[in-house]
């Protein structure tokens, strides 16, 4: 009789080793993926067994109660986080776990790059993968509103960046983050501001900001034609800067800047118009936003583009006259005469 026990306990004994083996090699075993990547949501709220079903419910080939029984065995079953993941090829049930326990959620990212402006940031959420389009076919005034800004222009409130975001997140939260974003931004580069500065708000800041983004070919040169701009907003000279004459013909213009357009009259028209425009005409960067408040010491009034990205400044319309016909008409300075 104590054989009988002994040889039932050895069989007991190499089941449960067989079993634990098995279920050790099973948990790092690849899952069986209808397709190389499988999207799945885990709601808030899901209960384990709730997350086993739902993966088998994306076609994977895996019994759930199997799965469930893997989640409670390890402890963390509680630990399951709700988000949007992505299974990919080769993930195993320890490896599906850990993502879940870490919320290691799928993500995207959408890059808002300096200089844009809101067309073009509308029209990069529209493309934008895995993003729910909440916004689209909505009036920019009605987008504002939703954000929470009604009668607030949109142009250069969002600062430009990567944002990361998960897949199903909306439009409107990525838009909301950028809008965030640019709010401090904007705060810390007004606290920062010069004493001897000829703008009266950070709103005035924000506007300048984006005339510098879009008139600087190399970084270098922000500060210097910040300060052009200022030097004219403090004598009342007109700014006369062609990004403005461009954004105010919208989606008119078409490439090519003609002397009418110049003499076209919009609000953004500073040919036509004293002072700064009404509101900004693109997303300044932080760069440009601190250049804005912290311009160069500089007596320029003028400045070039010398073709190669870089600017000639100049204090005077002489100056700056013989540095356009040296750099825009290829006409070199004649050399001074030593005399006869």
């Known amino acids: ?19 634990g083996a098995w279920g050790l090699w099973w948990v790092h075993r690849p899952l069986d993926l209808p397709a190389p990547s499988v999207d799945l949501s885990v709601e808030p709220g899901t209960t384990p067994r709730g997350v086993a079903e739902a993966v088998a ?41 850990n993502m879940l326990v870490r919320g290691e959620e799928a993500t995207r990212s959408l890059v808002l790059v300096e200089g844009w402006n ?22 920019d005034s009605a987008l504002m509103a939703r954000l929470g800004r009604p009668g607030v222009h949109p142009e250069g409130r969002f600062f430009p960046d990567t944002y990361t975001y998960s897949k199903g997140s909306t439009d409107t939260a990525l838009l909301q983050r950028a809008m965030r974003a640019m709010d401090k ?11 001897d500065l000829p703008l009266k708000s950070a709103e005035e800041a924000l506007i300048l900001a984006s005339i510098v983004e879009k008139e ?43 002397k009418k357009d110049l003499q076209t009259d919009t609000p953004w028209n500073t040919y036509t118009r004293g002072g700064l425009p009404p509101t900004p005409i693109a997303m300044p960067g932080k760069a440009a936003l601190l250049a804005a408040v912290q311009p160069a010491q500089s007596k320029s009034l ?8 870089s600017s000639h400044f100049s204090s005077s319309l002489d100056e700056h006259n013989r540095a356009v016909n040296r750099y825009q008409r290829g006409i070199e300075p004649k050399p001074k005469s030593n005399g006869p």
């Open 302 to 309: 003028y400045f070039v583009s010398r073709g190669d990205g």
């Open 57 to 97: 419910a994306t076609g994977t080939r895996v019994p759930p109660q199997l799965l469930y029984a893997w989640f409670r065995f390890s402890g963390q079953d509680r630990q399951i986080r709700a988000g949007s993941y992505e299974l990919e090829r080769g993930v195993t049930p320890r490896t599906l776990l």
């Open 118 to 139: 809101f067309r073009q940031v509308r029209a990069a959420l529209a493309k934008a993968e895995q993003l729910k389009p909440e916004t689209v076919g909505e009036s």
């Open 216 to 258: 600087t070919g190399q970084a270098k040169d922000r500060p210097e034609v910040a300060a052009v701009f200022a030097n004219r907003l403090r004598v009342g000279m007109p700014l006369q800067t062609d990004p403005t004459v461009i954004y105010g013909l919208g989606a008119a213009f078409d490439g090519n800047l003609r």
């Open 185 to 195: 931004k904007l705060e810390a580069a007004w606290a920062a501001r010069a004493s």
């Open 1 to 19: 009789m104590r054989r009988f026990f002994l040889t039932l306990f050895l069989l007991a004994a190499l089941t449960a080793l067989g079993v």
